[in-house]
C-alpha cells in the first residue's frame, strides 16, 4: 500500500505526494494517522456525524 497522507484539519486521505489538502486547502498534511474510512454515501452514513464530513472520500479516523 502507498503511503498516504492525512490532512490534519478535515481527516481527508490523498496520495503521498499532495501538498496541499484539496479539500479544505490546508497544507497541515500527516503521515501519522490512523484509522481508514472511505465514505461514499455521506447522506447515509453514521460516521460522518462523528467526524463532520458532509462529501464522500477517503478519511482517516486519527491524524496527529
Ligand atoms: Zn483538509
Known amino acids: 500500500m502507498p503511503a ?3 490532512c490534519r484539519e478535515c481527516h481527508s486521505v490523498h ?8 479539500i479544505c486547502g490546508s497544507s497541515s498534511l ?3 494517522w490512523a484509522g481508514y ?3 461514499a454515501h455521506p447522506e447515509e452514513s453514521e460516521i460522518v ?5 458532509t462529501t464522500s ?4 479516523l486519527k491524524a496527529r
Open 37 to 39: 474510512a472511505v465514505i
Open 30 to 32: 500527516s503521515e501519522d
Open 49 to 53: 456525524e462523528l467526524m463532520n464530513v
Open 57 to 60: 472520500g477517503r478519511y482517516a
Open 15 to 22: 496520495d503521498a505526494d499532495t501538498q496541499v489538502c484539496p
Open 4 to 6: 498516504l497522507r492525512a
